[in-house]
């Protein structure tokens, strides 16, 4: 019998030879990866929800673009702007993410007033530029800017600063609620001469959601939601445009030719994607029978050419997207920045309020208003600022992850 062992055994094993103990302090004593900077999931789904929508701006609005004179019959009228749209508003977001929070926050008021500025302007004879009866766009030379869009993210920055300051009196009706009402009542009646009620009803949610999130009063809250509906049922009842868009919505194929056009074929173009649609390009409603079907009604033609599957896809990704804002906003508040924090939900209220009236309208559950699905349809004003938002949010997220390493903000 050998008492010796073979020299062999005496060297350090290699690989899988190492024993697992060996093995679990290698992996221990390895250098950690390198932790995100950004949050990925807000990132991604971002860019997915972009360039699904420069993908069915083109599908969509191929038909328009070779019918009508103004675009030159070129098929690739509206890609091309689309395309510009978002490489300027990548190029302002990237400008935008360079800017600290206390910039904004320093920002916030003189933007608002700015905003107040410019929606006087567009309803002033001369200045502002009406189409189908609206005016919400201003002409600066080939392009058209609505300051609706911009006025949606100044609300959010103007609220969130406003609510910080009020912090301490966020139970007083006087002090906390009476000065964001009268502001919003002003911005209200400016949208409603263009008119824009679907903007209107938007930064409502905005304002009033911050102040909600930063602690108002519950039982003004509540009072607060019991207004606005009574008041929103008014301006609608009150309104004969607005009533015969209500009538038409509770039955569009009453009158499939009269008020419930738009939505009669929205819900055609439901009907005939089923599960996976026609096919990308496929669609026979984007052939002059439905109305915006590259702006207001863009989810009906991926309901068309992509099926059940592909609105599941989109509403996902809109989940995504405001599940991480609304994320991001809690850690900042987490960290005492309540500024950043209400910033960032209210960017997701944006966001998530806009989205569910679009796809409500598109699917037939809400009545037809003028609002676009962010991100995703067609409008340089609209994706300007929604790049804008998301750049600021991403401000956020990387200043939350600065302050939890241990540096500055």
Known sequence: ???????????????????????????????????????????????????????????????TAEGLAYTGHQSTYYLVRHSVFLLVGTIIGAVAFQLPMRIWQQMAPH???????????????????????????????????????????????????????????????????????????????????EPDFGAFVVITAIAFGILFLGGINVRVFALLAVVAVIGFMLLIWLSPYRRDRIFGFMDPFQDAFGKGYQLSHALIAFGRGEWFGVGLGASVEKLFYLPEAHTDFILAIIAEELGLVGVVVVIALFAVLVHRAFAIGRQAIDLERFFAGLVAQGIGLWIGVQSFINMGVNMGLLPTKGLTLPLMSFGGSGIVANCLALAILLRIDWENRQIMRGGGA
């Open 111 to 193: 933007l608002f007033l700015g905003g107040i500025v410019l929606l006087v302007l567009v309803i002033m004879p001369g200045i502002g530029r009406e189409v189908n009866g609206a005016s919400r766009w201003l002409p600066l030379g080939p392009l058209n800017f609505q300051p609706s869009e911009a006025m949606k993210l100044f609300v959010a920055l103007y609220a969130a600063d406003y609510t910080v300051r009020k912090l301490p009196h966020m139970q007083s009706f006087k002090r906390a609620f009476l000065p964001m009402a009268g502001v919003v009542l002003l911005v209200g009646f400016l949208l409603l001469k």
């Open 1 to 63: 019998m050998k008492l010796s062992l073979p020299f062999t055994t005496l060297l350090p094993r290699r690989g899988n030879d190492l024993p697992a103990a060996r093995r679990a302090v290698h992996r221990l004593s390895a250098p950690a990866a390198a932790p995100r900077e950004l949050d990925p999931a807000l990132i991604w789904s971002s860019v997915a929800l972009l360039m699904i929508g420069l993908v069915m701006v083109y599908s969509s609005s191929i038909a």
